[in-house]
Each structure stands twice: as C-alpha cells, then as structure tokens.
C-alpha cells in the first residue's frame, strides 16, 4: 500500500522528513511518496489519466498546508482527487496556519498542527488505524519533532535554529510597523502589506513568520487560495502597552 504526501516544491524537505519517519515506523506496510519523487502520483490531470492503479493502491493522502501553499490549487485539486476514492485525507499545517483555520471543504477531514508536541504520535496513530496495524513500533518522537522543527526553521531566510529562540527575540522598528498597520484592518494578504511598506512580497513574509512564531499575529485563509494576516491578542496587548491606541 501507499501513502502520498501532497506539497509545494519550495516545502520538499518538510514532506522528506516526514517520509523518512513514516517509512520507517511502517517499513513493512507501506510505502510512502512526496509530489517530486521520480516515482510519485503526478499531479492531477496526469494522476486522473495515467496513474489510477497508483491511486488505487494509496491508503492516505497527507495534505501539507503552510500559508504558501494554501494558495496553490493543485494540492486542494488532489485532495478532491482522494475524496472521491475514499481515501483517507489527513491536512498537516504549519508555519503560521493551524488545522482550525483551514476553509470548508478541508475543514471536515481530521488536520493536525506540525508544531504541535503530540503530532507525531496522533499522526502515527490515525495510519496505524488506516493500515490495519495495532501495534506502533518504539518510535524517537522527540528526535522527531527536532528533525521537523529545524526543517521549518530553514523554510525562510534569517530563520533561528528554534522557533521559541525567534519567538523570544526582541521586535524591531519595522515590526511594530507591520503591527500598528494591522490593528488598523480586519487584515492584510502580504502582498497587501508588501505594497504598503515599498516591499517585495518575499521580504515581508520573514517578518511576518517573526511575528506568528512570536504570537503576535496569525494567519487565516483569506479565499481564492490567499491569506489574510491578522493581529494576535498578543500583538494588541503588546501595541498597548508601547503607548500605540
């Protein structure tokens, strides 16, 4: 059996790591393969057309869903491929977008957060039902995890070795920018935000994953594959109390 691990290109090593952890609890019961394997699912039209016994023979289609992704309709387009099959569709998110957050249809199917310190064992669980397996290998979760987080950490440049060290660090000048404009909205897509502070797109998303890893700001899908960056409780509070009202 298999189980297909759906991502952008840019997010490849996220869907490696989780492949390799897969695999190797299951060694003897599945075989795992991400969008880019030279022997994975093609993406949907060629799936539809030139690889149905591959679909036939997946159990699992594990959905990676990061603020850049979920903008990007192929993945979505694979998910409704699944559905229709009967597979079983588990969405994995991170990076600023938490399982809560995902739109209808995905909201249905049973997500989890990447960060989240039980992921690997709800995660290993939820396959080992899939599977028929009733009893998990001793799986190193806690390697685990650090193997995932360091993955995530290398995601966007200036990233630290540990979100909660980014987390904790001090907020510059332009952060507090990216705030104030925030608390002035109902929220912002960071091509909005980007535009607003002469910025390209790619120089804005490292400050604003400096300010979700800090809880400071959150982001929600926003429609038609975009998302919406809005202020945290956190980030209110934090405007408060540095005189902005």
């Known amino acids: 059996m298999k189980i297909f ?3 952008i290109r840019e997010e490849l090593q996220v869907a490696l790591v989780l492949k390799k952890w897969i695999e190797s609890a299951f ?24 690889n149905e016994r591959a679909w036939e023979e997946t159990k699992a289609l594990i959905l990676l869903y990061s603020p850049d992704s979920i903008r990007k309709p192929w993945i979505s387009f ?21 399982a809560g957050q995902l739109p209808q249809p995905l909201a ?31 799986i190193q979760y806690r390697q685990m995890n650090q193997e995932v987080q360091q993955v995530l950490d290398d995601l966007l440049p200036g990233a630290s070795s540990s979100s909660k060290e980014t987390g904790d660090a001090p907020l510059e000048s332009i952060h507090f920018q990216v705030l104030a404009v925030l608390k002035e909205s109902h929220g912002f897509t960071s091509a909005v935000l980007a535009q607003h502070f002469n910025l390209e797109e790619k120089e804005i998303l490292p ?5 979700i890893d800090g809880n400071y700001v959150y982001a929600s899908p926003a429609g038609m594959g975009h998302v ?6 956190k980030g209110k509070d934090f405007l408060m109390e540095s005189g902005h009202r």
């Open 5 to 7: 691990i759906s991502h």
């Open 108 to 138: 249905i199917f049973p997500g989890f957060d990447l960060n989240q310190k039980d992921f690997g064992q709800n995660l290993f669980m939820t396959l080992a039902r899939e599977l028929g397996i009733s009893q998990l290998p001793a």
């Open 228 to 233: 919406r960056y809005n202020l945290a409780k």
């Open 207 to 211: 400050l604003l994953k400096r300010l």
């Open 78 to 98: 694979e998910a409704g491929c699944a559905w229709l099959r009967r597979i079983l569709i588990i969405p994995v998110c991170y990076s600023g977008l938490s």
């Open 27 to 50: 060694a003897d019961h599945c075989q795992v393969l991400t969008s880019t394997d030279p022997d994975g699912i093609p993406f949907a039209a060629q799936a539809l057309e030139e």
